[in-house]
């Protein structure tokens, strides 16, 4: 009887060891390395006004300590605006940035962080009027602060989002005698959610 339980007792003690090794092999700690890409989708309408807007963004990151990341990414947005039915702009845009974040339970499954990053961008836009069309450049830069969750499904991989931003974002088109429009603002609207998968190293 005595042996019986203690090969149960063991059987436990060794199926708990296990389950706490797999739990420590999830979560984020010092040393690792993730990469990631997160997709943004948007669409308003009003009357004949619509807007479509569409964003990717791959990522790679570097934890320096156990609670932040620093990393780099690169960006693709494309938005086509029509405030009636014979105006039509579509703008392409092309981004690279570096931004950090601070993971407040970086060990577990689930986790919330602060991200906040900064961005240079290059835009191509085209404006479509009664069939006439204009193209033009312009040039800018971003700062953006967005709280975001993660939540492993396995040991390597988990899925992120991040939900609105607030930002101070300034451009200028690349013309002669153009001036800079700024702004600055909280974006809370369907446009800004953003979903990614991570895999970490």
């Known amino acids: 009887m005595k042996k019986i339980i203690l090969t149960v007792a063991a059987v436990f003690a060794f199926g708990f060891a296990n389950a706490?090794?797999?739990?420590?092999?999830?979560?984020?700690?010092?040393?690792?390395?993730?990469?990631?890409?997160?997709?943004?989708?948007?669409?308003?309408?009003?009357?004949?006004?619509?807007n479509n807007s569409f964003d990717i963004s791959p990522r790679a990151a570097y934890f320096v300590t156990e609670n932040i990341a620093v990393g780099v990414k690169l960006g693709y947005t494309s938005e086509k605006d029509e405030p009636n039915a014979l105006t039509e702009t579509k703008t392409d845009k092309f981004t690279v940035g570096a931004f950090g974040r601070y993971y407040f339970t970086p060990a577990s499954k689930f986790?919330?962080?602060?991200?906040?990053?900064?961005?240079?961008?290059?835009?191509?836009?085209?404006?479509?009027?009664?069939?006439?069309?204009?193209?033009?450049?312009?040039?800018?830069?971003?700062?953006?602060?967005?709280?975001?969750?993660?939540?492993?499904?396995?040991?390597?991989?988990?899925?992120?989002?991040?939900?609105?931003?607030?930002?101070?974002?300034?451009?200028k088109p690349d013309a002669d005698g153009a001036e800079s429009t700024n702004n600055f603002g909280l974006n809370v609207n369907m446009a800004s959610i953003k979903l990614g998968l991570v895999y970490k190293f």
């Not at 312009?138 to 390597?156: E, H, M, Q, W």
């Open 111 to 171: 986790s919330m962080f602060g991200q906040l990053g900064f961005d240079y961008n290059n835009s191509k836009v085209k404006t479509t009027t009664g069939g006439v069309s204009a193209e033009g450049k312009v040039n800018g830069f971003d700062v953006a602060l967005a709280p975001g969750i993660s939540y492993f499904v396995s040991k390597n991989f988990a899925l992120e989002a991040t939900f609105g931003e607030l930002a101070y974002k300034t451009s």
């Open 20 to 50: 706490q090794e797999e739990a420590k092999g999830e979560g984020f700690s010092k040393g690792d390395v993730f990469i990631s890409g997160s997709v943004g989708f948007g669409t308003t309408k009003t009357g004949d006004a619509k």
